[in-house]
């Protein structure tokens, strides 16, 4: 996994990197403009007139450096230079010296002009790097200012001016449509208050020791799919469906089937050995003909679930797609939660009715995992300020109930009770559509019956979900996309894995 380290551990991976490879930081930085400028022209051509805004530190030091490669390239390059209280460091000065006769250089020492950077095509953001630990200010802010009022396309080197790494914003901060972040992602970049700022963010290697980033400590990682790799069981020759575990899935209501269907349907393609599915009864008939593959139990009542069936001989519950919130609903899940010492799947309305049942909470069984969306979430665990708090709740609620959250979104983030997050990186917008969740909790209940820990389960099913749906993107387009072609693209995706 994609470790994120926090803006301290950063320097000290550019430092143990320049003592032990070895190499001299002004070598290191050039590598660095090197790798950058190979990203850069496979996505601009020299056509474009590029404009390059520095500050005076060694982020300023990279973009001199840049526009010194660009300049080779042949793009028209012009420089800029904020002259504020940052004094120049080293690099930043040697880089300086090396353009001087070749591209324009401009400072900017008093309230910068509005109309700057009118006659550039992309501008390039160097003012500031991750080791930000205020606002910008002054000259800086006004810089930034300018920046973000031009027509140009904004791209920012690292991270975007402005924006703080580990930590909540505020003040001027470059509104970038990419950024080219060296190495590792910053935590700042799976935040949603930040994707205006970051646009569409890349890695670009530059060869920092991998020995030291394998020894350093953190709890957020980035998912990648050698890591899902990892953790898929191979299927042996006389395995049979008693090894691969019994699910059963207690959804649907009147007027919801639809939920139950998905659901039941993504369960069965995520490979457990036998599938229940309880439902009131006027899903009877709609189950046994949608999914054939699986058996249903059916509730005392015609519209909505009211009794707990057995779940004794089953291997994990997963409940919630169109279940409602009617009286009925709610007790018989308090009574499943009393009598099931066994993790469950719980999504949907299950989520709305523990949320208004703190009592339930507590009968929770270990390593369940939850599956809901931000305003589900909120119901769960209080409104907050800004989307770092936001994560602090969610560490927190997810050892509060002993339980695996996945807070789903872009970036759908998941928390175990150990602190440790993991953001995914599969998926797509298309996915913002009714049933995306069910098909989700049926994923989560599929391989959990097959004896995966409740996080495996949680990281895999996640990665797999958003890559079902990215292949029907790629096939289908966004916009067209339904909650059903995550479930027609699912074996796709176990099968890329």
């Given at each position: 996994?994609?470790?994120?380290?926090?803006?301290?551990?950063?320097?000290?991976?550019?430092?143990?990197?320049?003592?032990?490879?070895?190499?001299?930081?002004?070598?290191?930085?050039?590598?660095?403009?090197?790798?950058?400028?190979?990203?850069?022209?496979?996505?601009?051509?020299?056509?474009?007139?590029?404009?390059?805004?520095?500050?005076?530190?060694?982020?300023?030091?990279?973009?001199?450096?840049?526009?010194?490669?660009?300049?080779?390239?042949?793009?028209?390059?012009?420089?800029?230079?904020?002259?504020?209280?940052?004094?120049?460091?080293?690099?930043?000065?040697?880089?300086?010296?090396?353009?001087?006769?070749?591209?324009?250089?401009?400072?900017?020492?008093?309230?910068?002009?509005?109309?700057?950077?009118?006659?550039?095509?992309?501008?390039?953001?160097?003012?500031?790097?991750?080791?930000?630990?205020?606002?910008?200010?002054?000259?800086?802010?006004?810089?930034?200012?300018?920046?973000?009022?031009?027509?140009?396309?904004?791209?920012?080197?690292?991270?975007?001016?402005?924006?703080?790494?580990?930590?909540?914003?505020?003040?001027?901060?470059?509104?970038?449509?990419?950024?080219?972040?060296?190495?590792?992602?910053?935590?700042?970049?799976?935040?949603?208050?930040?994707?205006?700022?970051?646009?569409?963010?890349?890695?670009?290697?530059?060869?920092?020791?991998?020995?030291?980033?394998?020894?350093?400590?953190?709890?957020?990682?980035?998912?990648?799919?050698?890591?899902?790799?990892?953790?898929?069981?191979?299927?042996?020759?006389?395995?049979?469906?008693?090894?691969?575990?019994?699910?059963?899935?207690?959804?649907?209501?009147?007027?919801?089937?639809?939920?139950?269907?998905?659901?039941?349907?993504?369960?069965?393609?995520?490979?457990?050995?036998?599938?229940?599915?309880?439902?009131?009864?006027?899903?009877?008939?709609?189950?046994?003909?949608?999914?054939?593959?699986?058996?249903?139990?059916?509730?005392?009542?015609?519209?909505?679930?009211?009794?707990?069936?057995?779940?004794?001989?089953?291997?994990?519950?997963?409940?919630?797609?169109?279940?409602?919130?009617?009286?009925?609903?709610?007790?018989?899940?308090?009574?499943?939660?009393?009598?099931?010492?066994?993790?469950?799947?719980?999504?949907?309305?299950?989520?709305?009715?523990?949320?208004?049942?703190?009592?339930?909470?507590?009968?929770?069984?270990?390593?369940?995992?939850?599956?809901?969306?931000?305003?589900?979430?909120?119901?769960?665990?209080?409104?907050?300020?800004?989307?770092?708090?936001?994560?602090?709740?969610?560490?927190?609620?997810?050892?509060?109930?002993?339980?695996?959250?996945?807070?789903?979104?872009?970036?759908?983030?998941?928390?175990?009770?150990?602190?440790?997050?993991?953001?995914?990186?599969?998926?797509?917008?298309?996915?913002?559509?009714?049933?995306?969740?069910?098909?989700?909790?049926?994923?989560?209940?599929?391989?959990?019956?097959?004896?995966?820990?409740?996080?495996?389960?949680?990281?895999?099913?996640?990665?797999?979900?958003?890559?079902?749906?990215?292949?029907?993107?790629?096939?289908?387009?966004?916009?067209?996309?339904?909650a059903s072609d995550l479930i027609e693209f699912l074996p796709k995706a176990f099968k890329a894995i």
């Open positions: 996994m994609l470790k994120i380290l926090n803006t301290g551990q950063i320097r000290a991976l550019d430092a143990y990197t320049i003592e032990h490879e070895p190499i001299l930081s002004i070598d290191l930085m050039e590598r660095a403009c090197r790798a950058f400028v190979s990203w850069f022209v496979e996505r601009f051509d020299v056509s474009n007139k590029v404009g390059i805004v520095c500050g005076t530190g060694n982020n300023g030091g990279d973009g001199l450096g840049v526009a010194r490669l660009l300049f080779e390239w042949g793009y028209p390059v012009k420089v800029w230079i904020v002259k504020g209280s940052v004094p120049e460091s080293i690099d930043f000065a040697s880089n300086l010296k090396k353009i001087s006769n070749h591209v324009e250089v401009n400072e900017i020492t008093t309230a910068a002009d509005r109309g700057l950077f009118h006659d550039r095509d992309v501008l390039i953001d160097a003012i500031f790097g991750s080791g930000l630990s205020r606002p910008a200010e002054g000259i800086y802010s006004q810089a930034i200012q300018c920046l973000n009022e031009t027509k140009a396309c904004r791209v920012a080197i690292d991270i975007p001016s402005g924006l703080m790494a580990d930590a909540h914003s505020k003040g001027s901060i470059v509104n970038a449509d990419f950024t080219a972040s060296f190495q590792l992602p910053k935590l700042a970049f799976f935040m949603p208050e930040n994707y205006r700022y970051t646009g569409e963010w890349f890695l670009v290697d530059i060869g920092l020791k991998k020995s030291f980033i394998k020894e350093a400590t953190s709890d957020h990682f980035f998912l990648q799919r050698k890591d899902i790799k990892r953790i898929k069981k191979i299927r042996k020759k006389f395995d049979h469906k008693g090894n691969y575990g019994r699910a059963m899935l207690i959804a649907g209501s009147y007027g919801k089937m639809g939920a139950a269907v998905l659901a039941s349907r993504a369960a069965m393609r995520s490979g457990p050995g036998l599938l229940t599915v309880h439902v009131p009864q006027c899903g009877y008939q709609i189950l046994q003909s949608s999914v054939p593959e699986a058996m249903v139990s059916v509730d005392e009542k015609e519209d909505s679930f009211s009794v707990v069936p057995d779940t004794t001989q089953m291997d994990v519950v997963g409940i919630g797609p169109g279940i409602g919130q009617h009286k009925d609903t709610g007790e018989a899940f308090g009574k499943l939660l009393k009598t099931s010492a066994k993790s469950m799947v719980i999504d949907a309305d299950a989520l709305n009715i523990l949320s208004a049942n703190p009592d339930f909470q507590k009968m929770l069984p270990p390593d369940s995992i939850l599956t809901p969306h931000p305003k589900e979430f909120e119901r769960l665990s209080g409104i907050w300020r800004d989307d770092f708090e936001r994560l602090d709740k969610l560490k927190q609620l997810a050892a509060k109930l002993n339980a695996v959250i996945v807070l789903k979104g872009a970036y759908s983030t998941i928390a175990s009770p150990d602190g440790k997050i993991y953001f995914n990186g599969t998926g797509n917008p298309g996915m913002a559509t009714g049933g995306s969740g069910d098909v989700l909790t049926g994923i989560l209940t599929g391989i959990l019956a097959q004896g995966y820990s409740p996080i495996e389960t949680a990281i895999m099913g996640v990665y797999l979900h958003g890559l079902a749906g990215d292949l029907a993107a790629i096939e289908n387009g966004m916009d067209g996309l339904i």
